[in-house]
Every structure is written in C-alpha cells, then in structure tokens.
C-alpha cells in the first residue's frame, strides 16, 4: 500500500471513529434514564461527553456548500484549535496528531481515553442483571 493509500485509510478510520463514538454517546445517554447504575461513570467520562460530541458535530459539517471548509459552519472558532496535545500546533477538525499521550483526532479526542473511559461504562454495565422473561 503506499503511502496516499495509507494516508486515506486512516482518515477514513478516524471519520469512522469520531461517529461511532458520537453515535455511542447517544445510546448512553439513553441508556443512564433506563439504568441508573451508569449514571456516575457517564457523567464522570468528561473526555467522551465533551470533546466527542464537539468533535463529531465539527466533522459531520466541514464538507458541502454550508460546512466548515467553504467558509460556514455554526462555530468556525472551534474548528481549528492550537491548544492541544502538542501547543502551538495548528490541528483542524480533521488531523491527527500522534504523540507520548496517544492519537488525538482533531487535535482534540485522544482514542486511547475514549476507550478508558467507555471501558469503565461497560464494567458498571455489566453488573447490570438480565431482565426475566415474564411472558405467560
């Protein structure tokens, strides 16, 4: 494969990443009505509830007529950011930036805490017991 290939690829499994987890977010916060056991550890995932939602929303609008690169978008000051992983560091909605820390997409979600954080929801979640079937 060579190096553009590679280079797509791993847009595209960011782009990939960003939804799921964004996607993720809503059946959690669905699911913390329904079972109130993960309400704590939800609510405690700050990375997952704020910077993946803001992610997700940035990326899901940087292309077509409206979004983020045709000079749109409802929060143009929030799609670039120099503030992150590495300071000083120009990182769009878009990038990557790969460090000690881990793989911040964005410039902004780092991969490796979203996966501590939805890990320690899905521990609480499985102590959750299996509804009976009450089906006569």
């Known amino acids: 494969m ?3 290939c590679l280079k797509k690829k791993q847009k595209l499994n960011a782009y990939h990443f960003i939804l799921t987890t964004g996607n993720l977010l809503r059946v959690f916060e669905r699911a913390r009505h329904m079972f109130p056991e ?4 939800f609510t405690s995932a700050q990375h997952l509830n704020h910077e993946a939602r ?3 929303d940035l990326v ?8 983020y690169l045709a000079g749109w978008g409802n929060n143009p000051d929030r799609y670039e950011r120099r503030d992150g992983p590495q300071p000083g560091v120009l990182a769009d909605a878009t990038s990557t930036i790969i460090n000690e820390k881990g793989h911040w997409l964005g410039g902004r979600l780092c991969v490796e805490t979203i996966h501590q954080e939805v890990s320690r ?3 609480v979640a499985k102590t959750i017991p299996a509804p009976t079937d009450h089906t006569p």
């Open 54 to 56: 803001e992610l997700r």
């Open 121 to 123: 929801i899905i521990e």
């Open 2 to 4: 060579n190096s553009d």
């Open 38 to 41: 993960i309400e704590p550890v």
């Open 60 to 67: 899901e609008h940087t292309h077509g007529r409206n979004g």
